[in-house]
């Protein structure tokens, strides 16, 4: 199990790397030596609040958002929190999927939810994996909150690094679906600021991104034809669980500090 001081030190690692920041860059911010910085991100060294502090202003982030920390299974929640179906997991699997050329390009996230004190659910998704054991060696980070209901769950979440982008994750609750969830992923082009929506799977556990996912978030034509004839985009409410499979668990990274 990691030590809350190691998964600080791999959040402070991955927002520095998001940042295009060297070691020797983030140290001189802090007033610190590149060797300490070194052991914060391996979680060799303590550190107090103040420097915490020092580093997330650095960095320019929240400093909550270096204490992404999931909780372990079946800690309890607020009492007031609402969360129903996969949303009352701590941790959960997003893929979409787009093409380059007519060639499929799957993106995996990994969603962290936490209840809070005050009953609001706060969300952290850690977008484009490439190691489900280690989601801090992500491509970006986004943060925002949950609103859930009996029949479904929407996800308002802000670019730790833009805040100008957004997304938005709506997901309907099926109960014929234990496992996973169907929905949509709904962002924009930063470039031209054009809204964009595609096929979105929520998952208990890591999926296998093979032909059958991408059937599953392909478009059908069926689909296709309803939205030419009602102008209306409809999604999927319904994921055949049985046709999609559990992908291998690889093994856990070794953490290093590399630049």
């Known amino acids: ?18 940042r295009g920041l060297s070691l ?27 420097t915490l502090y020092e580093i997330a202003e650095a960095l320019e982030i929240d400093v909550r958002h270096l204490l992404d920390i999931p909780r372990k299974k079946g800690s309890a929640d607020s009492a007031e929190s609402v969360r129903f179906s996969l949303f009352t997991e701590d941790l959960l699997f997003l893929y979409i999927l787009e093409y380059d050329r007519r ?7 990994i969603l962290t939810l936490s209840s809070e004190t005050d009953g ?6 850690y977008m484009d994996t490439p190691d489900i054991h280690d989601y801090t060696r992500c491509q970006s980070v986004y943060q925002g909150h949950l609103i859930c209901s009996p029949y479904n769950g929407t ?40 809204p964009c929506s595609t096929n979105m799977i929520l998952s208990r ?12 978030l392909t478009l059908s034509r069926n689909r296709l034809t309803q939205m030419k004839h009602g102008n209306v985009c409809i ?14 668990q690889p093994a856990a990274p070794k953490n290093d500090a590399s630049r």
């Open 1 to 18: 199990m990691m030590s809350v001081q190691q998964s600080i030190g791999k959040h402070i690692r991955m927002y520095r790397k998001l």
């Open 24 to 50: 020797e860059e983030l140290a001189a911010k802090i007033y610190k030596s590149k060797s300490i910085v070194s052991k914060y991100e391996l979680g060799q060294s303590n550190m107090d609040v103040a």
């Open 103 to 109: 060639k499929p390009v799957f993106h995996r996230g």
């Open 120 to 125: 609001r659910v706060s969300v952290s998704l």
């Open 155 to 194: 996800i308002s979440l802000r670019s730790s690094l833009s805040p100008d982008e957004i997304l938005v994750l709506f997901a309907s609750i099926n109960r014929s679906c234990r496992d996973m969830l169907p929905g949509f992923y709904n962002s924009y082009s930063l470039l031209d600021n054009v």
């Open 205 to 216: 556990f890591p999926l296998q991104e093979d032909e059958a996912l991408q059937e599953a």
């Open 235 to 248: 999604g999927n409410d319904f994921i055949d669980e049985t046709a999609l499979h559990r992908a291998e």
